[in-house]
């Protein structure tokens, strides 16, 4: 549940500090050229050389850096008039569409996020666990006794199947997946810098992005209206989104329906196939933790692969091994707000135009919250440590009332996707050492990641042989 609105602190701020100033920088640049070759490492001297909040120039900026649970508190709180998302993420506007999420006034965009919910609840769990563990059974159906896959392209392929059951519902997967994944990588790609700047230049990544966001309206419109002939009622998102009402009791129109699918796929795609890869990685190489977790695994699946949600939700130490893939590895490395207006923040002066940021990446590496924060280390969800408990310590997922909507259902789906994997077969790093791509937006491991599988028993049965 959202936090109830803090006051704005629209004040006389000019008697106020501003934030403490990283040294270096160019003259009128700043920081831009290391952000643009090393933003984590950037983001991470701000922490180190300014403390808990601290301040660098960025495209002719001020961005203002918030590390430290009670600093993303301060941030998470502001109301979106004073700290917007949607003035920081302009950018996304015409992927999802105007008026829609970023692109809608914020208390439009509150209801519209708020129509999510009943997508969500633990009804719709039970579904979409069943989907995904389907969808991971047929997708490994032809894999045989061994062999290998390279994990980024496998988990893409295999997250892009169930977020498309899930979210788009039955007709997208089964007779317009080909033609989504061609709109949706467009789309894609319609995400690059140049948005900053402006997200409508006249540059074919933009007009291709245009084109495939106005045939994904279309595709969706047809959706809509075959299934109120048919009479058919999904259990997705979609259905969801049909069903829902603003307030004053109008419906979504295909438009908004069309770009509040997209901005779920978006959100919970790329984000979820990037964890699933790392929490795989991150257990292969730390065969204690591997071990346990597929102990669990086997001793509830082994003989049965009934993977019913209540079941799922009970995997603890699946559960604490995709957090700490998450803690180590946030996708969503750096979260953005835009200042509309001047205020106070922790007693420092942020004015109107500065960009104000909190990084996951920098947070989960912070020594006075995490133990040996570097370490992949499961246990410490578990009792008498829960160190992810303090608030807005643990921020993969951010906080306030922009946190994750979807960050059960995410969790649910890589443990999904663990259980069945690991209940059948054995894996093994096949590659090199795996490192983080830092190139987009969304950050996962760097391709190729090679990954031997072996069908669980072949390798008893081979030596005994
Ligand atoms: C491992 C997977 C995921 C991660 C790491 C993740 C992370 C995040 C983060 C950090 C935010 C906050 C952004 C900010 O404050 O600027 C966010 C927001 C959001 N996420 Fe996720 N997410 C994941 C999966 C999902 C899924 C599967 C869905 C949908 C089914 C989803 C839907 C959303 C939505 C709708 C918001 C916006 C909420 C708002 O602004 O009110 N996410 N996510």
Known sequence: MAPAQTTATPLATRSLERPPKLKGGLPLIGHTMAFVKDTIGLLQKTYDECGRVGRFKLFGKDMILFTGPEAHEALFRQPDEVLSPNAAY???????????????????????????????????????????ARETQETIADWGDEGEIEA??????????????????????????????????????????????????????????????????????????????????????????????YSDGSKLSDHEISGMLVAAMFAGHHTSSVTTAW???????????????????????????????????????????????????????????????????????????????????????????????????????????????RPFAYIAFGGGRHKCMGNAFAILQIKTIMAVLLNRYDFELAGDPVETDFQGLVLGPKPPIRIRYRRRGATDARLSA
């Open 279 to 389: 929490t795989l990685i991150e257990l292969l190489q730390h065969p204690r933790f591997l071990g346990e977790v597929r102990n669990e695994i086997r001793a509830r699946y082994a003989d049965a692969e009934d993977y019913s949600f209540e079941s799922l939700r009970d995997l603890e130490k699946t559960e604490g091994a995709v957090k700490e893939a998450l803690r180590i590895h946030p996708p969503l490395f750096i979260l953005l707000r835009a200042a509309l207006e001047d205020c106070e923040i922790l007693g420092y002066q942020v004015k109107k135009g500065d960009w104000v940021a909190v990084s996951p990446m920098v947070a989960h590496r912070d020594p006075d919250v995490f133990e040996n924060p570097l370490e992949f280390d499961p246990d410490r969800y578990g009792p008498r440590r829960e160190e992810d408990k």
């Open 90 to 132: 302009k950018m996304m506007v015409p992927v999802f569409g105007e008026g829609v999420a970023y692109g809608a006034e914020p208390a439009k965009m509150a209801e519209q996020m708020h129509m999510l919910y009943p997508a969500l609840r633990n009804n719709r769990m039970r579904t979409y666990t069943e989907i995904v």
């Open 152 to 245: 980024g392209e496998f988990f893409g392929m295999l997250t892009n199947y169930t977020s498309s059951s899930c979210l788009l519902g039955r007709e997208f997967r089964n007779e317009m997946n080909e033609e989504f994944s061609k709109v949706y990588y467009d789309l894609e790609r319609g995400i690059v810098a140049w948005g900053y700047i402006h997200p409508y230049l006249p540059i074919p990544a933009f007009r291709r992005r245009d084109r495939a966001r106005a045939r994904l309206g279309d595709m969706v419109a047809e959706i809509v209206e075959k299934r109120k002939r048919s009479g058919y009622h999904g259990e997705d998102f979609l259905q969801t989104l049909m069903d829902a009402e």
